[in-house]
């Protein structure tokens, strides 16, 4: 079946750092890719997607480019704030029928000032 | 955009009561919404796929009887932990997606409700 494997937390940087939190997939058809985030005590966000191969989502100076040769969509950013500090999930979605989400473990990220 | 709305975002009851969770949308309607449970520090668990006007599915080792899911009408998904245990203490999200709108979108999550069995 379909999976998400993202990168095991938890991620410490300091202000204005870069960061990656890879994502790999595997899936039978074309599927749809998204990271979402979560703060503390709060439901899951849409933070972006992409719906194609070399699509690329972005928001918030969040990026993640859809990767079909490669099978991954890691997200970056190229300054993080402390307010970035949330858990980040990666997930997919066939694009045929109602099927549920596929989540990675999600990543922890914690940004200090 | 399509909003969902859980409640209630925080319960305590006693062991042995049924607690009821609401999911709605607030302004589309949705055939289907699904029902996680989170761990702490973990990731979502899919625990049933909640169908408008039917049964739901549940997820292998998903106890049905204790994890009621009633969808009776296109905006409404309940889920009631009936005789509920500290062992059922989790945070429980629901989602949706309106109806016909293509995969592409993703889907719209409530804020969760966290639930503590004391």
């Known amino acids: 079946g379909d999976s998400v494997t993202q990168m095991e937390g938890p991620v410490t940087l300091s202000e204005e750092a870069f960061l990656t939190i890879n994502c790999t997939y595997t899936?039978?058809?074309?599927?749809?890719l998204f990271w979402y985030v979560q703060y503390p005590g709060e439901g899951l966000q849409l933070l972006l997607k992409?719906?194609?191969?070399?699509d690329k989502g972005s928001n918030k100076g969040f990026e993640a480019t859809y990767r079909k040769e490669t099978t991954s969509f890691h997200l970056e950013k190229g300054s993080v704030q402390v307010s970035d500090s949330a858990v980040y999930f990666c997930?997919?979605?066939?694009?045929?029928?109602?099927?549920?989400?596929?989540f990675g473990k999600g990543t922890r990220l914690s940004v200090i000032a | 955009g399509a909003v969902v709305s859980q409640h209630p975002s925080r319960v305590i009851c006693k062991s042995g009561t049924s607690v009821k969770i609401e999911c709605r949308s607030l302004?589309?309607?949705?055939?289907?919404m699904f029902w996680y449970r989170q761990f702490p520090k973990q990731s979502l668990m899919l625990m049933a796929t909640?169908?408008?006007?039917?049964?739901?599915?549940?997820e292998q080792g998903v106890e049905k009887d204790k994890f009621l899911i009633n969808h009776a009408s296109l905006t409404l998904s309940t889920l009631t932990v009936t005789s509920a245990h500290p062992e059922d203490s989790s945070f429980y999200i629901c989602?949706?997606?309106?109806?016909?709108?293509?995969?592409?979108?993703?889907?719209?999550f409530g804020s969760g409700t966290r639930l503590t069995v004391v």
């Open positions: 989602s949706a997606r309106p109806l016909g709108q293509r995969a592409g979108y993703g889907y719209t």
């Open positions: 899936a039978t058809g074309y599927p749809s």
């Open positions: 992409a719906t194609k191969a070399d």
């Open positions: 997930a997919l979605s066939e694009n045929s029928g109602n099927t549920p989400l596929v």
């Open positions: 302004d589309f309607q949705a055939t289907t």
């Open positions: 909640s169908n408008e006007g039917s049964k739901a599915t549940y």
